[in-house]
């Protein structure tokens, strides 16, 4: 603002120029500009105006010329040059205020600022999750591998890479650049990049000090740290910090360990081209990667020489013989997480946190995150001692299991189990060939198009199908039933009857529902040997009536994903690992705690429906829940040949959805137990599935499942239920000399499967291998321990009622997409399906 005031000249006018004082009673009439007011000087006749209260008066009284108002007390008012020079003088004396008070401010919070120790930049750059209790510690991330070095023992080529990558004027900048700051806050109303704009000493309070978020007042705190810390500490300093506590990708934190990663070399040998790599990955240590991104990398690097030789850091020569450098393969660094179990779980989180919430490698690993997981303690706890107890020795250590346990009313993952190497293959997200467990979604389908589970389709063994010329379709262990209802079918899991049924309405459809339910793409991603393959489809892309029993690849997550939006009436809620994610210092940043609605997939009564299906297959199975617990659950067997390849048990209740998983690595290796005998569903992996729901439930209250159907009636190629029929007259001939006498009919006995044995004496008519009542078999002292009838000495698995039979002929059979394991049965219970 001007010294002076710019209503008055610098120099004195002729005339006066102040306003006569109200005492006076005349018009001084003071300088006589023309650009004044007709009241502010002479008349424009140059004569005066006459005195007040003369004859001569305005026809307001007022002694002024007319056009000139008086005020209360006679003042003239102000011209529009006084009028604007006033407010000025406001304006400006407001915004000295201001600037006063902002530089107070401005001191106060500088002077109070503290610039944390170095020491402590681990700590805060440490990531943690816990489980869903948000107080039990499940990994920590961002301190596994990182080692510290001074200045002096990190190569000079190296520091002037990051240098020419990150700030070339670091030595004589003030810790700050304005224009970065005015751009980042550019980009943060607009949208635009976030990267790039900060100074190394920014950078570094950045990483070390604050948080991630892209907003004013981080931008704000950022600042003044970065003033203070430029002030307080030398520029090597500062740089040497910086070095220390870079993130590198590959869970290097830190230029040494940086150095020993991509090159193994320590930082005091690094020549300009390997530092130029390292300072590339800076900016996004995920994006330029050497490994994953080789074009990309090679491209800044050589951007980067290019600064290294303006600066004078690097000869013209030396850059023009400069070629890329070997990087080392990635080593599969654990990046922190648990080699137990709980790294699968790990791994998920982060790929959720990338995935879902746009979080970047370096935020998630060097961020200081505090992220609270669905997973549950107690049931993650259960899921692995379950896997434990069951597979443990003589069980062949070659068998593969996976575990994924869903709340279906949140989505959340409550367990998780991929497998005992956590930094290994996750077993979980392995796509294997579900076999009988997806027979669920063809019912479902069904029922969608009015067939009713109370409808009868031809379950007969070996039958062809016009879609599958010369390939019969069996059932395992040859069952057969030609007027089985679907509920029926389902409990003994006849294949025959859902190819039939996936046939006849129409595998597209069944692929519809599977996809509805479980939440699959149209097509797989990654980048595995499904990658861009159609899902639910052979390799030709085509979806097929073999969709009914199961001989397209899905994964464990998929089941447990599928059938908890069954549990929850048919409601898809996304399967989802992390509940709640923090800063540092509190802030949230995510937060998926509130339950959410989820979108209505499948309708209600057709999820009805089939829940009242499934109730009776865990007792057929003898999987049954303690105390009777009601629970809706489908076996599932895929096998090659004579030999089983895949085996699961995945089930519900209204609060959780488990699947259960068993293989080998590859599907061509057939899976056995440890007498050598095929596993079933109902076998190994039911057990898993049975101890597990049986821990996690214990002490909840008992859920009720539905107990009628819904959807009557039936469509399509439905047969009738078996009756008593009459045979064919049969002709007697006639005595030569008398009349013959009439016929008589006897009614034909029905035998339902087809073993010979009339239903009225077959005590299993619905199955071809049960043809009597079997031998009480009487109780040994020992006692009968798992209750399946066979008393211990002769039972060879005394403690799974799965396994009935004798030791010298203890079963086997099966075949492609069947899960019933048969024989000798107990005395009062069919041979159980697999």
């Known amino acids: 603002m001007p010294s002076h005031d710019e209503t008055s000249p610098v120099a004195p006018r002729a005339g006066s120029v102040r306003r006569p004082p109200a005492a006076r009673t005349r018009s001084t009439g003071g300088g006589g500009g023309t650009g004044r007011p007709p009241g502010g000087g002479r008349p424009s006749g140059g004569g005066r105006p006459p005195a007040r209260g003369g004859t001569t008066a305005s026809r307001t009284g007022s002694g002024r010329p007319p056009g000139r108002p008086t005020g209360a007390k006679g003042k003239a008012a102000r011209s529009k040059k006084q009028r604007r020079a006033r407010r000025l003088k406001i304006t400006a004396a407001i915004t000295g205020g201001l600037l006063a008070l902002m530089c107070v401010f401005v001191g106060v919070v500088y002077a109070s600022t503290e610039v944390p120790s170095p020491d402590s930049v681990s700590t805060k750059q440490t990531t943690v999750l816990y489980y869903s209790d948000g107080v039990t510690e499940m990994a920590r991330l961002g301190d596994e591998n990182r080692t510290n070095v001074p200045l002096a023992e990190i190569s000079e080529p190296a520091q ?45 309070v950045k990483n070390a000090f604050l948080t991630h978020d892209q907003t004013f007042s981080r931008k704000f705190q950022e600042l003044f740290l970065a003033i203070k810390l430029d002030n307080n500490f030398s520029k090597e300093q500062i740089l040497e910090n910086y070095l220390n506590t870079i993130y590198y990708g590959r869970g290097a934190y830190g230029i040494e360990a940086a150095a020993d990663t991509y090159f193994g070399v320590p930082a005091a040998e690094l020549t300009a081209q390997q530092a130029a790599v390292l300072a590339v990955l800076i900016r996004s240590p995920s ?55 709980e790294g699968h779980i790990v791994r998920q989180v982060t790929q959720e946190l990338q995935d879902r919430y746009g979080y970047d490698e370096q935020q998630i690993n060097a961020g200081g995150l505090q992220v609270t997981t669905t997973i549950s303690k107690p049931a993650q706890d259960a899921a692995v001692a379950a896997v434990q107890e069951v597979t443990a020795p003589p069980e062949p250590q070659e068998l593969r299991e996976a575990l994924v346990a869903i709340d279906p009313r949140s989505g959340g993952v409550v367990a998780y189990y991929g497998g005992e190497n956590g930094v290994g293959t996750d077993y979980a997200q392995a796509k294997r060939q579900p076999g009988s467990s997806v027979k669920p979604y063809v019912l479902a389908t069904a029922l969608e198009q009015g067939i009713g589970i109370q409808a009868r389709r031809d379950g007969s063994d070996d039958q062809e199908f016009p879609d599958r010329p010369g390939k019969p379709v069996t059932n395992s262990g040859g069952a057969s039933c030609p007027a089985c209802t679907l509920t029926e079918a389902m409990t003994r899991s006849l294949n025959t009857t859902f190819y039939g049924l996936a046939y006849e309405v129409g595998p597209e459809n069944v692929r519809d529902t599977v ?194 159907a819904l959807i009557k009636g039936d469509t399509g190629e439905g047969v009738p239920a078996p009756t008593t029929q009459a045979p064919p007259p049969v002709e007697t001939p006639a005595a030569p000399t008398t009349t013959s006498a009439p016929t008589t009919t006897a009614p034909r006995p029905v035998d339902t499967d087809g073993d010979g044995v009339p239903d009225d004496q077959d005590f299993a008519p619905n199955d071809p291998s049960v043809q009597t009542r079997p031998t009480q078999q009487p109780l040994d002292p020992d006692g009968d321990a798992d209750g399946d009838g066979l008393p211990n000495r002769q039972d060879p698995a005394p403690n799974d009622p799965a396994i009935p039979g004798d030791r010298n002929n203890p079963g086997g059979g099966g075949g492609a997409g069947g899960d019933t394991q048969p024989g000798t049965p107990g005395p009062v219970v069919p041979p159980p399906p697999g």
């Open 160 to 204: 002037r890479a990051v240098l020419a990558a990150e700030n070339r004027s670091f030595y004589s900048d003030p810790g700050i650049s304005f224009t970065g700051i005015v751009r980042a806050a550019w980009n943060n109303l607009t949208g635009g990049s976030t990267q790039g704009g900060s100074t190394i000493t920014q950078q570094y």
């Open 287 to 341: 994006n330029y990667d050497p490994e994953t991104n080789p074009e990309g990398s090679q491209d800044r690097w050589g951007l980067v020489l290019d600064a290294m030789v303006e600066e004078g850091w690097l000869s013209a020569e030396e850059r023009a013989a400069s070629e890329y450098p070997a990087v080392l393969p990635k080593t599969g660094s654990t990046l922190g997480m648990p080699e137990g179990p």
């Open 515 to 708: 996809l509805a339910a479980t939440g699959l793409p149209d097509t797989w991603g990654g980048s595995d040997f499904f990658a861009g393959k159609t899902v639910l489809a052979n390799s030709e892309g085509l979806t097929g009536s073999s969709i009914g029993i199961g001989e397209y690849e899905m994964r464990p997550f998929d089941q447990a994903q599928g059938f908890a939006t069954l549990a929850a009436g048919g409601v898809f809620r996304d399967a989802h690992f992390v509940a709640k994610v923090t800063d540092g210092e509190g802030a949230v940043l995510v937060d998926q705690t509130a339950a959410t609605d989820g979108e209505q997939v499948l309708p209600g009564d057709v999820v009805n429906d089939v829940t009242v299906a499934l109730k009776d297959v865990a007792s057929y199975s003898r999987r049954a829940l303690d105390d009777g617990r009601e629970v809706a659950s489908k076996t599932g067997t895929q096998g090659q040949g004579e030999n089983n390849s895949d085996a699961w048990m995945v089930g519900y209740t209204p609060s959780i959805a488990t699947a259960v998983w068993m293989g080998n690595d590859s599907p061509s290796d057939p899976i056995v137990d440890s007498r050598g005998r095929i596993i079933y569903g109902s076998g190994l992996p039911g057990a898993i599935w049975q101890r597990f729901m049986d821990a996690v439930l214990a002490g909840t209250p008992e859920e009720d499942l539905p107990d009628r």
